[in-house]
């Protein structure tokens, strides 16, 4: 198991992530910032094609069709399924900048399984 976010982590998630099923017809660019960090706030993007992380990647997109920020809590209560993103996003301690129809409507199936295989490999 990674510790949440760190180098190894996102070695071990890239590698993980590349396992999923794929989804036709969706893909995005999706920047999270992740504030609260042990070593502050951190930047990453992931690169989803046809329903698969293409790429897991520390700093900023390009040109990210949706940006999610939230604290390091929150986003570990979403990877350890101790809250769903959905349940976060309403309470309003997840942003979603960009196009929130399409993050709420067309991504949960691939982000519920992202959450899993992360959930699998994450040690907080």
């Known amino acids: 198991m ?5 180098p190894d982590w996102f070695e071990a ?3 993980h992530l590349a396992q999923l099923q794929p989804v036709a017809g969706i893909s995005a660019s999706v920047q999270y910032v992740v504030s609260g960090c ?7 993007h992931a690169e989803i094609s ?19 920020s939230c604290s390091y809590d929150t986003a ?6 101790e809250q769903s993103p959905e349940a976060i996003f309403m309470s309003g301690a997840l942003k979603v900048e960009g196009n929130h129809a399409f ?5 949960p199936e ?6 899993s295989v992360l959930a699998e490999m994450t040690d907080a």
Request: no cysteine; aromatic share 6%.
């Open 2 to 6: 990674s510790v949440f976010l760190s």
């Open 13 to 15: 998630a890239a590698d």
């Open 38 to 44: 042990p070593d502050g706030k951190l930047t990453f």
């Open 50 to 68: 046809d329903g698969m992380v293409a790429s897991l990647q520390q700093g900023k997109a390009a040109d990210p069709d949706i940006i999610l």
């Open 76 to 81: 570990l209560a979403a990877i350890s399924g």
């Open 103 to 107: 993050w709420l409507m067309d991504l």
């Open 110 to 115: 691939t982000r519920a399984a992202a959450l």
